[in-house]
């Protein structure tokens, strides 16, 4: 890369298997929560194969739904090989990126971001080209976004309280206006609510056309 090139990215984005996904969502039947993270992974996977600075896609994914969905945008799928957890098949599905892709940046994305646009994503990953960041979730307690240029190492710390942990590791913070769908991951119904608040991708709207939630946290 030289300095009048923008970066680009590979980006890599794990998806549970369907069956396992969103138990937290209580305001829906269990089909109808595989359902929710199917089109929520879909909703999600369309922007990020939308947004300028990716020029590689990578999900890491057992499940067949996933795939079909993933190929369709032209992402190289790979089988969750580790099957270690979040961090593992993030740093695995990195490993590949990086072996396939030398010098781009290698980014990772959660898969429950119905509200993501891909402008959201292009302002983030050029933010992330001056070194390792991370965007926060809108609690301001996880993470959405991890993204490392070309030679800094991929550590992610995904999971509880990962917010502080990235920034204990010395990454900068993204904390940047008009990434309200990139901050916006969804687990309970309340974050569901919220997320079509800011306006959800039309895979996530569909199909909650056709299902009425109940009960859930929020209004």
């Given at each position: 890369?030289?300095?009048?090139?923008?970066?680009?990215?590979?980006?890599?984005?794990?998806?549970?298997?369907?069956?396992?996904?969103?138990?937290?969502?209580?305001?829906?039947?269990?089909?109808?929560?595989?359902?929710?993270?199917?089109?929520?992974?879909?909703?999600?996977?369309?922007?990020?194969?939308?947004?300028?600075?990716?020029?590689?896609?990578?999900?890491?994914?057992?499940?067949?739904?996933?795939?079909?969905?993933?190929?369709?945008?032209?992402?190289?799928?790979?089988?969750?090989?580790p099957a270690a957890g979040l961090n593992e098949a993030l740093a695995f599905g990195a490993r590949e990126a990086q072996a396939r892709w030398p010098g781009q940046g290698v980014a990772a994305l959660t898969?429950?971001?119905?509200?993501?646009?891909?402008?959201?994503?292009?302002?983030?990953?050029?933010?992330?080209?001056?070194?390792?960041?991370?965007?926060?979730?809108?609690?301001?307690?996880?993470?959405?976004?991890?993204?490392?240029?070309?030679?800094?190492?991929?550590?992610?710390?995904?999971?509880?309280?990962?917010?502080?942990?990235?920034?204990?590791?010395?990454?900068?913070?993204?904390?940047?206006?008009?990434?309200?769908?990139?901050?916006?991951?969804?687990?309970?119904?309340?974050?569901?609510?919220?997320?079509?608040?800011?306006?959800?991708?039309?895979?996530?709207?569909?199909?909650?056309?056709?299902?009425?939630?109940?009960?859930?946290?929020?209004?």
């Amino acid at each position: 890369m030289t300095p009048d090139v923008p970066l680009t990215w590979s980006l890599v984005i794990p998806v549970k298997v369907l069956a396992q996904a969103k138990s937290r969502l209580t305001g829906l039947p269990a089909a109808d929560r595989a359902k929710l993270a199917l089109a929520m992974a879909a909703d999600t996977i369309a922007a990020a194969a939308g947004a300028a600075p990716v020029a590689a896609l990578v999900v890491v994914t057992d499940d067949p739904a996933v795939r079909a969905e993933a190929a369709g945008h032209g992402a190289f799928v790979l089988p969750d090989a580790p099957a270690a957890g979040l961090n593992e098949a993030l740093a695995f599905g990195a490993r590949e990126a990086q072996a396939r892709w030398p010098g781009q940046g290698v980014a990772a994305l959660t898969a429950d971001l119905p509200a993501l646009r891909s402008a959201e994503l292009t302002i983030a990953l050029t933010a992330a080209a001056a070194g390792r960041a991370f965007v926060p979730d809108a609690e301001g307690t996880g993470t959405t976004l991890y993204a490392a240029p070309p030679g800094a190492g991929f550590e992610p710390l995904f999971g509880r309280n990962s917010r502080a942990r990235h920034v204990a590791a010395g990454l900068a913070e993204l904390d940047l206006p008009g990434l309200g769908g990139l901050r916006r991951d969804v687990d309970t119904t309340a974050e569901l609510r919220q997320a079509a608040e800011i306006g959800l991708g039309p895979r996530t709207r569909a199909l909650l056309a056709t299902v009425a939630l109940t009960g859930g946290e929020g209004p």
